[in-house]
């Protein structure tokens, strides 16, 4: 009887230190673990949006997106596209901006690279032109979901925390075409952006 108690108590600490073990996340349909780093953006009288980016699943697009945090390229950016129910665009480059971003290759289906994030509510993703290896700087937030965009653009992560600020974003922005361009003097700020690990 001591012997089966043991053995039953033996199990649940291995069950519990497997459960706590680890930096990286186990993805829930393969059971693989995920390789995430982790970002904060800063926005003027918003808050802060807190990001996981998925390194392996758009590794040049994370390493781009990381590379341009670090350089303090995006500090005193703006969110220059908002449409409430769709999205918030920022990241382009202004007169002041003193780094020119690379092209990068886009890490999507319909580009030949596999890419299972859905654009969802909070997702993280690049805009690009025509040219689908035109992505440099510019990205967008899903404020709610958009499948059409699954598979033709290099989804790269999402939101852990601030999707509140995100929508509160949208929810103010003033377009003046349906297009969602936000006039200069009513873009929201990006204060900063912070890669925390």
């Known amino acids: ?56 699943i758009a590794p040049i697009t994370v390493a781009n997106f990381i590379k341009l945090a670090q350089a303090g390229f995006y500090d005193g950016l703006t969110f220059h596209r908002i449409i409430d129910g769709f999205m918030i665009q920022g990241g382009a480059p202004n007169a002041a901006s003193k780094i020119v971003p690379e092209k990068i290759k886009g890490e999507f289906k319909a580009n030949g690279v596999e890419n299972p994030i859905k654009h969802v509510a909070g997702v993280i993703s690049m805009a690009r032109a025509k040219d689908m290896n035109s992505a440099s700087s ?60």
Request: aromatic share 6%; proline share 3%; hydrophobic share 40%.
């Open 1 to 56: 009887m001591k012997k089966a108690a043991l053995v039953l108590i033996m199990v649940g600490i291995a069950a519990v230190l497997s459960a706590c073990g680890g930096g990286k996340k186990e993805d829930g349909e393969s059971g693989a673990a995920r390789k995430l780093r982790h970002a904060e953006i800063t926005v003027k009288d918003y808050g802060t949006i807190k990001l996981e980016l998925e390194e392996d």
């Open 138 to 197: 510019q990205f967008f937030i899903m404020v709610d979901d958009a499948p059409h965009l699954d598979d033709y653009y290099a989804a790269f992560g999402r939101v852990t925390e601030g999707l509140e600020i995100v929508k509160k974003i949208a929810k103010d922005a003033r377009p003046t075409d349906n297009n969602g361009t936000i006039p200069a003097s009513e873009q929201p700020v990006i204060e900063k952006i912070v890669i925390t690990d």
